[in-house]
């Protein structure tokens, strides 16, 4: 079996590299809840160095160089430390501002809703109620009260219709009538 490098070979090979070099550039980071992180941008201001495991190009966690001199006459402290310089990262406070007002706005809209439904509801309690005082003081005028039946003939109440009307409409005064 002969192996021949067609234009097709090769630009799938090229691509496969392309690929592989791009998951080279890649951060690698112990995060605050003790899980690895794979970004490829660096980890934030708040990880320490010490939790990097692997930055972009295939280079280990960079340790800042110790540089030490002996004491002596006129020497300098024991051991100076040289920082190796950060990246520009930007700082992330946590909080999106816009966020947070949409997130208000949609707090109030809501506060807005559930007010207006508790003012219906208070309107509504109110037109029962005054209805529920005109119909109990029609019952108990003592005046004859006619209803229409299913058939559409009219019907004087008896007694025991109006006692159970009257309750009916004591109780609607009772629970909206506050």
Avoid at 3 to 29: C, E, I, R, Y
Avoid at 116 to 130: F, L
Avoid at 159 to 168: F, I, L, M, Q, Y
Wanted: hydrophobic share 35%.
């Amino acid at each position: 079996m002969e192996l021949k490098m067609t234009p097709k070979h090769l630009v799938l090979l090229l691509a496969g590299w392309s690929f592989a070099l791009s998951a080279a550039a890649q951060w690698q980071w112990i995060g605050k809840d003790g899980r690895k992180v794979f970004s490829d941008r660096p980890p934030p201001a708040e990880i320490q160095e010490k939790d990097i495991l692997k930055h972009p190009g295939g280079r280990g966690s960079a340790k800042a160089p110790v540089a030490t001199t002996e004491p002596g006459e006129g020497a300098a402290p024991a051991a100076t430390v040289v920082s190796a310089p950060k990246a520009n990262t930007p700082k992330i406070s946590g909080k999106d501002s816009e966020l947070e007002a949409k997130k208000k706005k949609l707090e109030e809209e809501e506060a807005a809703k559930k007010k207006a439904e508790e003012e219906k509801v208070a309107k509504a309690r109110a037109d029962n109620c005054e209805r529920a005082k005109k119909g109990l003081a029609s019952f108990q005028s003592g005046s004859r009260i006619a209803t229409v039946n299913a058939k559409g003939e009219r019907e004087f109440m008896d007694d025991n219709a109006r006692a159970t009307e009257s309750k009916r409409l004591q109780d609607i005064m009772n629970s909206d009538c506050k």
